[in-house]
């Protein structure tokens, strides 16, 4: 094996052996390809849970209809959940996997206070209004 820097039997001056350089525009095209590549793994995760806000509404665990249907095939021509796609999986993944329905919690009011007993001490019980 040769050294990096050898020397000619017929001249005094080294020689050296040095790798190619890589050219600029493959340098430039590998780097939009990683961009590409991460900007495309972006927007599969907003669509991602575009589609999984989606289920949920309808009253599906997402991970269970998505196991049915992957989320590609549930959006239309221009990328964007397509709400009669995302509907109709969900009612297939359903019916083949025999999915509950499950309820949503309602929106907390926050007017009618927590309900863990934190009531306010100087408003009077109903007893107290009655006796006067």
């Given amino acids: ?7 000619d039997e017929n001249t005094t001056e080294p020689t050296t052996t040095e790798p190619p350089q890589a050219d600029a525009d493959d340098v430039q095209s590998t780097e939009h390809a990683e961009q590409v590549q991460l900007l495309q793994s972006q927007v599969l995760a907003l669509q991602t849970t575009a589609v999984e806000s989606a289920i949920g509404q309808l009253g599906y665990q997402p991970r269970a209809v998505l196991t049915h249907t992957p989320v590609t095939e549930l959006l239309d021509a221009n990328g964007n959940p397509d709400p009669a796609l995302i509907a109709a999986a969900t009612e297939a993944a359903a019916a083949e996997f025999g999915l509950a329905h499950v309820p949503r919690r309602p929106a907390p009011v ?3 206070g927590s309900g863990k007993g934190d009531r306010p001490t100087d408003v009077p019980t109903w007893g107290q209004i009655l006796r006067g």
Avoid: F, V
């Avoid at 094996?1 to 020397?7: G, I, P």
């Fill in 110 to 112: 926050p007017t009618l």
């Fill in 1 to 7: 094996m040769e050294d990096e820097n050898t020397t």
